[in-house]
């Protein structure tokens, strides 16, 4: 069925659909395709899961520069009309290369969720959660500084949360103990606004939400990420054509492990076939 | 004082005295410097954290192998007079390399902790425990068949506890849960010896025997490594005279974060001063 579409749609446009191209060093950045599903379900989605090289986070500068433009390469070479980091590592240390090198219009994860979060606080005072690396790298802080210097920061390395996620414990006691502890001084602290500063909490909403109630506005980076990339599509008139439900196509620079099923499951993605890609792993 | 021990040491004997070589991937190898401090306290140690370049799980063999070569030379540059592989990815996948290449005796975890494993069982059943890397390269499995093809072994990844032992969370009702989730099975299964096939496992000891109960035996892979450690300097003629206390020296190749001195305290050890070494760490 989807490739009798897909010629279809060939023989009644001269230009075969060109993908959204996005990229993550793993799977989380599934929910940032998730979004973008949600948000633009006529786009086709390229995304490449750099599985091979995760985490990026701890790496230097340099090197995740490398791989960024690397993996744009591969998503370049497959024809995608624009580039979306969802990986909060390359977005802080990948993205300026990648401006400066790449013609299709880039977009990442840090500078819409700071956006969302100067939009959404009504106290000035924002609290961001991420793993050690994002929090460390102080991304956040300084795209929110840029944007309004007036809000406060307050931030929080919350490393139990990534592996809590991949073991699928979603809805789950133990996470919720975790959440618990993690969040009690943020909230402490007299923040209205929080930042999911790593694409796999989106997946933890429930959970965050059983522990902040209604109080506290979660700034959902992937959600705000699929804004950014609807706005650069209609700028650069490259939208697809309304109509046409878009495809999801994963590919991975190593084999997956269980999570690309727990994402998927969670985040109600048919990704269905996965295909696996060479890149250089020598470190 | 450490300088005068040192000089009048070297006037006291033609030789300095050459430190035992240890490496990990990063702070976990911590463990296995703590139980060799304990059982050849007078010998002194050298350990690097490859820190810039963790984990190693989930690279290739051949990566691994060449990041094993490159710490060990900075090892014995240093003067180590034997290799302590002090991670269990490394000892899978670098020793066989290592023994070709290197001339002093070289030791891992996973055989030490196999044979001891062979030893305490009863019922001919072990289980294991490990990081999602250990687990799935069947390593123990693999040592355990090697010395006795009758004794069954059943594994389980615990991807939570690595984390859960970094934040600090030693003695703690969260971490006790997560205990819980991971071990109901293995026991059970009828398992009545639990293999620790993680470096950063000993630090969870009481938090697993609190579960356990006295009906399961724990085997440390870092003391058994140490047993090894011994038994191999006293065959080799190299072990240092008894007497004068011992110094442990640790160097990273990228600065720590907090897990250091996590490992520094729940250990008892005395790190104090940590040197930087430099490692190509692009990947």
Not at 245 to 263: E, H, I, N
Request: net charge neutral; with cysteine; charged share 20%.
């Amino acid at each position: 069925m989807h490739s009798d579409a897909t010629s279809s749609d060939r023989d009644a446009s001269p230009q075969p659909k060109r993908p959204i191209g996005v990229f993550d060093s793993g799977i989380g950045g599934l929910t940032v395709a998730a979004a973008l599903r949600a948000l633009l379900p006529h786009e086709d989605i390229f995304y490449i899961g750099d599985t091979a090289r995760v985490p990026y986070g701890g790496k230097s500068q340099a090197t995740i520069e490398r791989y960024s433009v690397e993996i744009a390469g591969l998503l370049l070479a497959s024809g995608a009309k624009m580039i979306v980091v969802a990986c909060n590592t390359a977005s802080a240390f990948g993205i300026p290369r990648l401006e400066k090198t790449v013609a299709e219009p880039v977009t990442g994860v840090i500078v819409p969720g700071a956006r969302a979060a100067v939009a959404s606080t009504r106290n000035g005072h924002v609290g961001v959660i991420g793993t050690r690396g994002t929090i460390r790298s102080g991304a956040y802080e300084r795209a929110i500084r840029a944007l309004a210097p007036e809000v406060r920061v307050t931030s929080r390395a919350c490393p139990m949360l990534v592996p809590a996620v991949e073991e699928g414990w979603l809805d789950d006691p133990i996470t919720d103990s975790i959440c618990a502890r993690y969040l009690e001084e943020l909230v402490a602290s007299g923040i209205d606004t929080l930042v999911l500063g790593c694409t796999h909490y989106p997946l933890l909403k429930p959970a965050l939400a059983r522990y902040l109630g209604g109080g506290i506005r979660l700034v959902d980076s992937a959600e705000n990420c699929a804004v950014a990339v609807r706005n650069l599509l209609v700028e650069n008139r490259i939208a697809a054509p309304e109509g046409c439900p878009g495809k999801l196509q994963v590919a991975l620079t190593d084999p997956s492990d269980g999570f690309l099923r727990v994402a998927e499951r969670a985040l109600g993605l048919a990704v269905g076939d996965v295909a696996l890609l060479a890149v250089k792993t020598a470190g």
